[in-house]
C-alpha cells in the first residue's frame, strides 16, 4: 500500500508518520511506500522497512499536486492547510491553499480515474470544527447546521461539499472528519487563540508558568494527538459505504470547562503544580472562544467505531506518556 | 439607481425584467440604469424611461464577468447558471458556471471595492432548495443541514458559503434565497424532472392533455412566478443588518400534495378541464422526486417580511391573471 501524507510537517502530521512508520500496516496491509509531503522538507524520517520519500513545495501550485500523485497512492491524508489566524489574516492565501488547494488534488485525482477506471483512493480529509458558527445549542448534534463565521471555516465546509460531491461521482472513496482542538498540542506555545487549552497543562508540567486568558467555566472540546492519529488511520480503512452520502464527520472528544482541565492537572500532579496557571484576561481571546462550540453527541463517529478519550485526566495522561517520557521529565 | 441581472433570459429574469420596467423603481429609488446579461441575448425590452442595456456573453469565462461590473451596478441579481439536469450531465460545465462564475463574480465585486471602498453592492443571489439532501423531516426548519446529494446543490450550497463570508468581510452585502420549485411555469413543457408539477395545470386549462408521472400523494413545495420576482426585489431592498450572519434563507411556499393541486384545478376549471390529465407512472422521475423536500418553515423569512401563496388555488390564479389574460384563454 502507498501512502501520501499532504501537510506531513504539521504536528499531526509528524504523529501520524510516526505511528505508520512504527507500525507498518494501516487496516491490516502492509505498508509498501510513504510519501510525505510539506511546504518545507518533513524531518527526515527514521529508517523504515518501505520506501519513505519527503517532498517539499507548494501546494496551491496546481502542477506541484499533480505531481504528488503520479504514482497513484492507494490511501491519501490530506492535512495540508493555512491555519485558521492565517486564513483571516490573509484572505487569498486562505483560499488559495486550504480551498483550491483541496479542489485540485481532488481533480488530480478525478483526472487518474478517468485514465484508469480501477483508481479509487480512500481519501481522508482533515476538517474542522471551524465549519461551524454560533449561535449553538450546549451540546451539537450530527447534524448541525455548517455556518462559518470565519473565512477559514468557510474553506473547509466548501471542501467538505466538494468530498461529498466527488465521492457521490465515484472519483474516490472520501471521508472527512472534523477534528475537536487538539490538547495536550507538544512543543513551544503558538500564537493560536486556542493554544492556552494546552499551555495551562504542558507549562505548568515542566515547571513554567503558564497564562489563563479565559475564565475557568469555560467550555470547550478537546482529544489528544494520539486520538486524532486514531482517528486519521480508522477513518482512512473503515467501510466507505458504511459512512453513507454525508462523507464529513464530527469526530468524539472530552467536552471540559476549564476549571474541569485544572482539576484533572491538581488530581494528576498536585496543587504545587497547579498553582503555576496565572489569571491574564484578554478580552479578545474571550470573545472568540465565546464563539466556538463547547460539546458534540458525536454519534454517527462513535457508531462507525472513531475514539478519544472519555474524560480529561486521561488526555493529561497521554500526554505525559507520549511527551514526557511517562512521567519522568515532570517537574513537581 | 444601476441594475445587473445576471441570466437575464430565463424564465425568471424576464420576468423580474418586466417588473422593474413596469415599475420604474426598487425599494422607492428610481432605476436609472439596467443591464440585462444573458448567454444569449434577452429579449429586446419594451421602451423605458431610464436606460437599459442587453449584454450576450459567456458566464463562465471571468473577463466577461469583469465587464458587467465596469459601471458598477448598484444592484446585482445574480441568476444565471446551468440547470440541475445539465449540472449533472455535464459535470465540468456546471462548477464552471454555477460555482466559478459565481465566484469571479464575488472576486470583481471585491475588486472594484479594494478600490473604491465605499461601494458595497446590495448581490442577491438565487439558490435553490437543490442544496438539501435526504432523508428529511416532514418539514425543514431554517437551519436544515444543506447536504446535497447532486453536483448542482454542490455548488449552490458552495456559492451560497462564499456569499456569506465575502458579506461577513464587507466585500458587499449579499442575500441568498433558495426558491421553491416555481409553479405554473409558462411556456412550453420542458424536460425537468420537476415540470410536470406546473404542466398538469398549464395543459388542461389551455385544452391540451398532461402527463402526471407520480402518485397523486406526493407532495412538494410550490411558490408563482410572481412570487418568485416578489422574492428578489424585496431581497434587494432589506436591511441587510436584520437578516444576520447567514446570508441565506428559505423562501416561503406552498406545501401541497399532487392531488390537492388537481382539487384547486378543479374547483377553478371544473372536472372537464381535470380529466385532461393522464396517469402516466414514470420510475425515474418517482424516484427523484422521492429525493427531494416536500415542506418548510421558512420562519426567517416570513419575519423579515417575504411573502408567497398560502394556498394552491392562489398559485393557479396567478397563472390564469398573468399568462391567460385573467381567464379569456381557458379552455372548457
Given amino acids: 500500500m502507498h501512502i501520501l501524507i499532504t501537510g506531513a510537517a504539521g504536528m499531526i502530521g509528524r504523529k501520524l508518520t510516526q505511528n505508520l512508520l512504527t507500525t507498518g500496516h494501516l ?118 447546521i455548517p455556518a462559518p463565521l470565519t473565512s477559514y471555516g468557510t474553506q473547509k465546509a466548501m471542501a467538505e461539499l466538494l468530498l461529498s460531491d466527488y465521492t457521490h461521482k465515484g472519483f474516490f472513496d472520501g471521508i472527512g472528519i472534523r477534528l475537536p482542538t487538539i490538547c495536550v498540542r507538544p512543543g513551544n506555545p503558538n500564537k493560536a487563540a486556542s493554544g492556552f487549552f494546552s499551555s495551562i497543562i504542558r507549562e505548568p508540567l515542566v515547571g513554567l508558568e503558564a497564562s ?17 492519529v486514531g482517528f486519521l488511520t480508522h477513518a482512512a480503512t473503515i467501510d466507505g459505504k458504511a459512512v453513507g452520502p454525508r462523507r464529513t464527520l464530527n469526530m468524539p472528544g472530552v467536552s471540559c470547562t476549564v476549571a474541569e482541565q485544572i482539576e484533572a492537572l491538581r488530581l494528576i500532579a498536585g496543587a504545587e503544580v497547579v498553582r503555576r496557571i496565572r489569571r491574564n484576561p484578554d478580552e479578545k481571546i474571550i470573545r472568540m472562544v465565546a464563539g466556538w462550540p463547547r460539546s458534540f453527541n458525536a454519534k454517527r463517529a462513535t457508531d462507525l467505531g472513531f475514539k478519544a478519550e472519555t474524560n480529561f485526566q486521561e488526555i493529561i495522561r497521554v500526554h505525559i506518556e507520549d511527551e514526557l517520557r511517562g512521567g519522568s521529565d515532570i517537574v513537581v
Fill in 27 to 144: 487496516g491490516g496491509a502492509a505498508i509498501s511506500r510513504l510519501t510525505l509531503h510539506d511546504l518545507i522538507e518533513p524531518v527526515a524520517p527514521p529508517p523504515a522497512s518501505f520506501r519513505v520519500m519527503a517532498v517539499a513545495s507548494d501546494f496551491s501550485a496546481r502542477e506541484n499536486v499533480a505531481a504528488l500523485l503520479c504514482d497513484k497512492p492507494d490511501t491519501i491524508f490530506h492535512l495540508a492547510a493555512v491555519v485558521s489566524g492565517e486564513a483571516e489574516d490573509d484572505f487569498d492565501k486562505g483560499y488559495k491553499v486550504n480551498f483550491m488547494g483541496t479542489w485540485h488534488l481532488f481533480e488530480e485525482v478525478r483526472a487518474i480515474q478517468s485514465h484508469i477506471t480501477t483508481y479509487r483512493p480512500r481519501l481522508v480529509f482533515a476538517s474542522s470544527t471551524g465549519v461551524f458558527g454560533g449561535p449553538y445549542p450546549e451540546q451539537l448534534e450530527d447534524d448541525f
Fill in 212 to 228: 489563563l486568558p479565559v475564565s475557568e467555566d469555560v467550555r470547550h472540546w478537546h482529544a489528544s494527538p494520539r486520538s486524532a
